[in-house]
């Protein structure tokens, strides 16, 4: 079994500030841990993943994020949000190489000027 | 790189009419498509998992008779919403992946609405 949580269904930030979204897991074999973003009317984009290896995992739009087994977090930040940056953020696992993903209930990011 | 493209992405329709969505992989052969829901403010919910030529798996509570999947080709597979009511309006997604370690893509969703 599976899931996500994500702590915070509304974060906001103001322009040039610290993002952190927060994210932890649960899985019965070594996760798979992705973050996507969702803008408005539109489908899912992957901004990062971790499989194996380096635990620190770096994205696009200067994204990025830390696996902590021992936390069972995997948290997402940026050192200076953008205001291209408001968004919907969503964190998701999957159980290895299976299929199934399952998917945070998400968090919606406003940046302010 | 990959894309999947999705259509429509808007439909209106009336209650008791059918939808067909159409998900494409443009450049890759999708051997899985997932078929999500989402409602407003909420996260996406898996419907079903359909591999080429063979019947989709449905997720539990999802009526499979409903909701018709179709993965008749690598690169194409089709949600019909059948007999459609007001309570099935929300926003589908699909993705696709080309084998076990590819990565998934989604398309772009469609906004369905029953009137």
């Known amino acids: 079994a599976q899931s996500v949580t994500q702590l915070g269904s509304h974060v906001s930030v103001s322009e040039g500030a610290l993002v952190l979204l927060r994210c932890n897991y649960s899985?019965?074999?070594?996760?798979?841990l992705f973050w996507y973003v969702q803008y408005p009317n539109q489908g899912l984009q992957l901004l990062l993943k971790?499989?194996?290896?380096?635990?620190l995992v770096k994205g696009i739009n200067g994204f990025e994020a830390e696996f902590k087994k021992s936390e069972t977090s995997f948290h997402l930040t940026k050192p200076s949000a953008h205001m291209s940056d408001a968004a919907e953020y969503f964190c998701?696992?999957?159980?290895?190489?299976?299929?199934?993903?399952?998917f945070g209930t998400g968090t919606r990011l406003q940046v302010t000027l | 790189g990959a894309v999947v493209s999705q259509h429509p992405s808007r439909v209106i329709c009336k209650s008791g009419t059918s939808v067909k969505i159409e998900c494409r992989s443009l450049?890759?052969?999708?051997?899985?498509m997932f078929w999500y829901r989402q409602f407003p403010k909420q996260s996406l919910m898996l419907m079903a998992t359909?591999?080429?030529?063979?019947?989709?798996?449905?997720e539990q509570g999802v009526e499979k008779d409903k909701f018709l999947i179709n993965h008749a080709s690598l690169t194409l597979s089709t949600l019909t919403v059948t007999s459609a009511h007001p309570e099935d309006s929300s926003f589908y997604i699909c993705?696709?992946?080309?084998?076990?370690?590819?990565?998934?893509?989604f398309g772009n969703g469609t906004r369905l609405t029953v009137t």
């Open positions: 993705s696709a992946k080309g084998g076990t370690n590819s990565p998934l893509h």
């Open positions: 899985s019965s074999v070594p996760p798979y």
């Open positions: 971790y499989t194996t290896g380096a635990t």
């Open positions: 998701a696992v999957r159980a290895g190489t299976a299929s199934k993903l399952t």
């Open positions: 450049d890759f052969q999708a051997t899985t």
């Open positions: 359909s591999n080429e030529g063979s019947k989709a798996t449905y």
